[in-house]
């Protein structure tokens, strides 16, 4: 039999229960509490009951051990290791390495990985596998995982070994008989089992782990980065689901609709026919109880240029509520239609359990992004939670290219960051600052939120569109949001972003890549690195602080109730000779930052003033308030964990090739 452990349901019924399951005595006597998901549970909360360490003792932690991954090639730390059953499981290195490690030394128990294939050597997501799955299956507990080169692999979670009867067995030199599916099996396209999909037809990978629901192993993908692509062909990514037993294919979603199916009717030019990606790179999420999972999805095929997708493109830059069982779409809502800014889906959805003033109780499910809205919804119905409005936004001037005419804009929670620029967001510490960045950004059309980009030789004679917030802007892959199930107040982190997207012709784009994937060059295409962009002299950003900043939105309301720049002014700023004698306050770093939540505390990590010495924070969660700070070894990327193991409470920071425990001293 397999069953969804009782410590992965607990999260998915009513995550308001938490407060009466973790009462203040059992606080006081935890033995074990688990991190099961890279998210902590299949909301995707980042939130632990884990209560030992608080205000008073935060600032005794020291370094418990260390692990170092660089032997598997590690580097990046976008892997956020789970804690069940005693063990810690992650990934490591480009090869995606699943490794388990004792939780009190930090020794590795055991690791496993496939041989290579040419379709791994050619992944550009390879280091960024984010985690592990975990179901029990027949009393044993097994551990998911997702290749670089696009294999699910199954491993008895004790021993490490492929799970037997899961899955076929894979014809190439190497690989185990057993507990391995080739997820391109399913897909629907030519493919060589040891090269993959051709590149003329386009190319997919994974950067996320798999999430099991009720006996269901759902399975997510990535595409080559539209940034870096100059033709216009390419495979959907599509989303699976295997039986988490025998790894037998149970169904799959098309992200573009064929003809008859929902939303087909959005993708003219016949474009759904060959072009592609509509990926799911982020993590999923899941109420289990409801037997739902939550896709977040990117654009379709080339950044900053779909002239030759004309339509919506449903189901590009979505988020979609699939039945687990069946693949059967039960919602869905589009944050941007005919997504062409890279506004991509970067981060899992939230969910939790929202206690309105006029409605009662919700659940609720959060989507956060680069444009720097929450987009909240009923998690079961779809309906937004405030109303949303569809207003008007610029057209493109790009020849070949019509965007849509109106987006939908949340009328709550408001923006946590900058959206669009105008000469009143720009930095204003003296006049000669302030007249320097709005001379540098002569050469450049501003404008709100979805101003598109400008190709070469545009008739306002300008070097191209700053856009912001650009790629990098508001919510990013490398800091998840954390949501406190017990008040229903999310913490977000984020920091502006703005850029300039240089489009060029595509012949001129290809010659940038040695292996692109398609045939038909598109008319326009990114240019790589996306052009410099405006700077000022003095190195200070164009535009006002904070540069980087926390968050806090209670979701019962959809209020802000407070905001913090994110560790400390730059030493390059705060003793920049163009600011002398100005008191410029707290700027923040400028980093998305890595936090944890506990019913005791927020924590965080970034970089000190100098950017070299790096700090682990406590704040308090109703007021934002520091509390204390320590220093730790090195950065944190992507996120940060927190567990219990044999009655002791754990941080685990995600510091490049290495894990950092974190824990009081004995």
Known sequence: MIRMPEKLKRYSTALLLVPLLFCSNSLQAQDTVEWTTLGSDFAHTRYSTASEITAENFEDLEVAWEWDGSS???????????????????????????????????????????????????????????????????????????????????LDAETGTPLKGFGTAVPIDGFPE??????????????????????????ITSSSPPIVVNDVVVVGNSAEQGYAQSRIENVPGDILGYDARTGEFLWKFNVIPKPGEYGHETWENDAWQW??????????????????????????????????????????????????????????????????????????????????????????????????????????????LWPMEYRAVPASKVPGEVLATTQPFPTKPAAYDLQGLSIDDLVDFTAELRLEAITALADYEIGPLFTPPLHPDNELGKLGAYICPGGT???????????????????????????????????????????????????????????????????????????????????????????????????????????????????????HVPM????????????????????????????????????????SRYGMSTWVHEGKQYIILQTGAKLTAMALPD
Request: charged share 20%; net charge negative; proline share 7%.
């Open 178 to 203: 057993t507990g391995v599916v080739d997820l391109l099996a399913n897909l629907g396209h030519p493919y060589d089992p040891y090269e993959g999909i051709p590149l003329e037809r386009g190319y």
């Open 275 to 384: 072009t592609g990606d509509v990926s799911s790179w982020a993590p999923i999420s899941a109420d289990v109880e409801n037997n739902l999972v939550y896709i977040p999805t990117n654009g379709a095929t080339i950044d900053y240029y779909g002239g030759f997708r004309p339509g919506d493109n449903l189901f590009g830059t979505s988020l979609i509520a699939l039945d687990a069982s069946t693949g059967e779409r039960a919602w869905h809502f589009q944050m941007v239609k005919h997504d062409i800014w890279n506004y991509d889906t970067p981060t899992a959805p939230v969910l939790l359990d929202v206690n309105t003033p006029d409605r009662g109780t919700i659940p609720a499910v959060v989507q956060l992004t680069k444009q720097s809205f929450a987009y909240a919804f009923n998690r079961l119905t779809g309906e937004p």
């Open 596 to 635: 944890v939540a506990t019913p005791n505390l927020l924590i965080y990590s970034d970089v000190d003033s100098d950017g070299n010495s790096v700090l682990l924070y406590a704040l308090d969660k109703q007021t934002g308030e520091e509390i204390g700070r320590i220093n730790v070894p090195d950065r």
């Open 72 to 154: 598997m090639g590690a580097v990046s730390g976008r892997s956020t290791p789970s804690y069940i059953d005693g063990k810690l499981f992650t990934v490591a290195g480009a090869r995606r390495n699943v490794v388990a490690i004792d939780p009190k030394t930090g020794e590795t128990i055991w690791s496993y990985r496939l041989p290579n294939t040419g379709r791994w050597e050619y992944s550009m997501r390879a280091d960024y596998g984010k985690g592990v799955g975990y179901a029990e299956v027949d009393g044993r507990s097994v551990i998911y995982m997702i290749t670089p080169g696009f294999f699910l692999t199954a």
């Open 473 to 591: 802007g508001g919510v990013n892959i490398t800091g998840p949001a954390v949501a406190d199930p017990t008040s229903g107040i999310l913490y977000v982190t984020s920091h502006k972003g703005c850029g300039t997207f240089a489009i060029v012709p595509g012949e001129q784009a290809d010659t940038q890549y040695a292996a692109p994937t398609g045939v038909t060059l598109s008319r326009y295409a990114a240019s790589r690195g996306g052009g410099r962009g405006p700077r000022l002299s003095s190195g200070i950003p164009l535009w006002k602080p904070p540069y980087s900043r926390i968050t806090a939105i209670d979701m019962n309301t959809g209020e802000h109730l407070w905001m913090i720049p994110t560790g400390e002014t730059p030493d390059r700023i705060k003793n920049n000779p163009a600011l002398a004698g100005v008191d410029i306050g707290d700027t923040g770093t400028g980093n």
